[in-house]
DNA sequence: CGTTATAATGAAATCGATTTCAAAAATGAG
DNA sequence: CTCATTTTTGAAATCGATTTCATTATAACG
């Protein structure tokens, strides 16, 4: 395979020093013009193409940016993600993916890929875990949060959604619908949307006088449509008086559904339900499907743009959370 | 900030040179058990961690790899992602990745930005253009092709699926089930996708004696459920003879699904459905919608395989091209 | 026209690792 | 115990750019 063709090259092609041409590819001094077209000819003529590492090595940048999600195949991630690209795009800086799968060992290896990798910024949508290492880490590399709060956390910027307020709207409207034993399905209670999101659904509660009932809050083992169709299942089969069922993210809104479905139920009128995180097939639903909307797109490129903000001005930082709004989409299934 | 630990930190503290410091960082030479337990010693006490750029900058391997796709909100390619992410993390590789959304100039940029950051491989979901700079760069970079093929790129590799026979599969099904009037609603015919799939619906209907009615074969101008919804829509409104519908994809057959609920039809009494790729949201519809299932997941690991396959042993390689099955998931839409 | 300020240039140092090469130390064979 | 190997080791070169610093050319001004 032929030799790369290096500075050195053009510079002899052009017959200046590669300082020179250094100077024309970065504009980082002024060039006459008569040896700034040697150069470019030069360029032209050998086909050069800089080397970024070479670049990166040198003036500590590499204009690449870390992306920590924990699932990029959920839609929800997925347009989020876009939104970061679109805007990391715009002001020429990559992403590296990184998936983690809700797995704190693989959040940090990944961290610790990105450190060396000398990336000028992350974005994070943290498992909730590796909070000592992420506060040491955000010493050295901007990080914005985003989806997930983190305790302890406060000093970073963060992107996130007003779950509470949505959660307490979405139960008032089941509850402005007559219902009054409304049941929860969460993940985790300690990550911080589902604490949130269950908050909320407490104080829609408490502000109608209807008492909480611990039997109808229902956690889920694991994050995915089976283990909730599963659990909700059990929960028909078992004859649970509820007539109403917030799930708190689009996952376990799916499970429901599906157990909904494999237990010939009809919705709205054996069970209502809402789901925390609209999706764009909610609506070709019969019926269709009430959701808490939320600006997975404005997450994305908010987030990329406090990072930006951060690494382009690193001194005077500060941190700043943006907290965007929900949207209750009343469609026909309460 | 602190100024970075470096490899020559490294060596003072341990009382050795630098390259023993790198033999055992890299294992590519024997060091005896003092120096490489003084060399672990001062990497703990000096909390070092190496630099790849530095280290890629003298080796010439970066560990990562590119990943275009064209819209990675779309579920499927977020899976095809995931099973793309899974195996490059199991391989210690990162993904820079890339949403071109269908947009060439934008592909080629993002091509260029990746030779640039010298990433050792690209996995490419093309948007069909670029031919002639795709083949050029694949002279220097592997590149592994998905889920479109690229007419004149033969001499890459590539993972597919078997999107003529899927389609011939859907189509006859609506064959069997009576149908002869079926329509069909794409989008660009020339990207290969579109191009196989439309060849299976001929391929049915000429194996079923049904004459092709080229005014039942629908052209979307844009990818996305919005047009695609107009389009359909103005078809219902102008009373075109079908009773059944096939759909390229799922943004055009949510399009579809759109079209038929604003038009208060029924599935699949008034039209009958099939789309192609399926989602895990299909089975709860009502009626759930018969899909062409294709192996997203698979589909990543096997070209992320390939990729690797060829990076480590460039010299012998020989494309391959991997072409996944397809399943025809039967429910209630016809 | 001389003097000073400014613009343009190139030589050399630098970024932080790996790799090459030669020398030193350890091991083994006879 | 000597000589030939084989292991370990470190000095120096290298990867390909940017950056610093000193120098030369050019412009501006009184």
Redesign the pocket.
Known sequence: MA??????DISREA?????????V??G?????D???DAVLQAIERLN????S???S????VTYSVGLLLNDISNPFYGVVARGIEDEANRAGYSLILCNTNEDPAREQQYLQVLRSKQVDGIILGPTGDNIDFIRELSEQIPIVLTDRALPGCDHLSAVLVDNEAGSCRAVTQLIENGHKRIAMVRWQKQVATMAQRTAGYEWALREHHIALDPALMIDVPALSVESTAAVMQQMFADGVDFTAIFALNNQLGLGVLSAIQASALRIPDDVALVVFDDSPMFSLFSPPITAIEQPAFAIGEQAMRLLLKQMQDPEHYQPETVVLRTRLVKRESV
Chains 1, 2 share one sequence.
């Open positions: 030799r790369k063709v290096t500075i050195q017959g200046t020093s590669p300082s020179t041409v250094s100077r590819l970065t980082s001094a002024p060039v006459s008569a040896k700034r050069y193409h800089p080397s590492i070479a670049r090595l040198r003036s500590k």
